[in-house]
């Protein structure tokens, strides 16, 4: 149905589309500080001290250790060793690597579900609203998106042409996302049967445990190699020291808060202050530990709520909420989330969508987001309907897999931005439910 020729004029068509509006929205950004969120610090500064001192090192942390993995510090200064501590040719550069994401969606949906479905997915990644934010921001995520896209673009290559040596490139994308941030450290665990049952499950059994062994080696590659600079630097073989400081300080904080009816930043900060040498230091995490098995003991269900409130918000969270810190840097993250308002339901989400909006068009632009949002989840529940009466198993497998452990294990810190892990894979369905309708309104079959 569509030529080369028409495939790259579209794919020029999605790409100017993605880059007019990357330019409106950095044009429009009141100051250099818009590009920087809470989180951007730590980056940064680790980043800095790159350049200075060659050492992927968190200066103001004890003991130095950096809390997260030093993938996206390490690409920021490089960046800054090349063009000078400035913020904006990285932000070029992320830009350029939201756009080839679309690119990598376009290219897993036609091998999936053919070039009508790719079509409509490239349009609605370039203008995906999370793509264009966090693009435009010193964060991790459109790196790890590029990291995870690359991985499912050689992922599915190795579904059709089964040659090991995708397998082994999939497994080594997926290791460096781990690097950048660690929810591929799960998913890894579920992808193995997805190998065993689906892509291999005409092969002999020396060849599934061929391919297991391949996707394993090289997905562990990268993290062995970065345990080992961890060991090399600070005399410890482990991954990062954000595991406790996210289930105590992050997750155990809201439920000591909720039960206590008490602010959650002075539990954060003092009732569970880390009192460790250095991140590796465990002992530091002795308070959290005894709190921990008190509160699970005696409130259970208020840790399910607060788990749910939190995937709830990662799940259903407006990127239009980042493009008001964006415009506004002033205001405080989370300060007009939907949970922290009062009222009806419908009350609460009007104060959210126009909560804390700078100007009128980005109450427009959230207001359409929030409408958008609710048709889109119709399409994707249509779409996996489709996909049942398909037979589509292991597609649906992979695909809920990987959607379920990305939202899952944000229940310790709940945030839309996290919901970016798992952008494309909605899009890609709310793109099956489109073209099915299409097919269905004018009498034309649907071809997946």
Known sequence: MFSDKKRGFLFFLAALLFLGLSGLLYYAAPHLQSHCDRDSAGYDRIARNFVATGHLADPVVRGSVPIQPIGYPLFVGLIYTIFGSDVRPIIFLQVLLALLCTCF??????????????VISLFLSAANLGFLVYAQLLLAETVMLTFLLLFFERLTAFMYDQKTIQLAYAGLVLGLSVLVKPMALLFIFLLLP??????????????????????LISFYLPLLGYMGYNYHEYSYFRYAPMTSLNIYQCYLSKVIAAVEKVPVEPVRTQTLAFTGLHGFDEAGWNTGRQLFAIYAQKHPLVFAKVWATNVLKTIFGLYATQLKLFFNPALVGGSHSFFKTSGTFCDRCVTYIVGGSPNPIVVGVAMFEFFWNLVRWLLVFYALILLVRRSFWCL???????????????????????????????????????????????????RL
């Open 194 to 215: 997805f190998i065993w049952f689906c892509p291999c499950r005409t092969a002999s059994l020396r060849r599934r445990l061929s391919c297991v062994s391949v996707l």
């Open 396 to 446: 649906l497998y992979l695909f809920g897999a990987y959607t379920f452990q990305c939202a899952f294990v944000t229940g310790i810190d709940g945030c839309c931005r996290y919901r970016m892990t798992f952008e494309p894979i909605l899009i890609m369905l709310a793109a099956i439910g489109i073209y099915a309708l299409y097919c269905y309104w004018s009498k034309k079959e649907c």
């Open 105 to 118: 969606i376009f290219l897993i949906a036609g091998r999936l579900f053919g070039v009508q479905v790719a």
